[in-house]
């Protein structure tokens, strides 16, 4: 889980063909800020998540539906795995 929200966070800025510094610009959220968020260095709070939705041109609903997304596939990968791992013990 821990590069999901960073990975959803750069889908939507390139979704919205920003750069990072464009992004800051219109979000008020500092371009190494966004650079490290995307990085995964750390969980944004609730005001920034909203500057972002807001700034890329989505509802928090749409980034939390995707965020949603994105962690389903992730378990469903996982178990994907785990289950080939134990076939060939």
Known sequence: MDKIFANAMIYFRKKAHLTQSELA?????????????????????????????EGVGI??????????LQLIASAFKSVIWLSYDEEED
């Open 25 to 53: 610009i219109r979000t008020g959220i500092t371009q190494s800020a966004i650079s490290k968020l995307e990085d995964g260095a750390y969980w944004p709070n609730k005001i920034t998540i909203s500057k972002f939705c």
């Open 59 to 68: 509802s928090g609903n749409e980034f939390c539906l995707y965020m949603g």
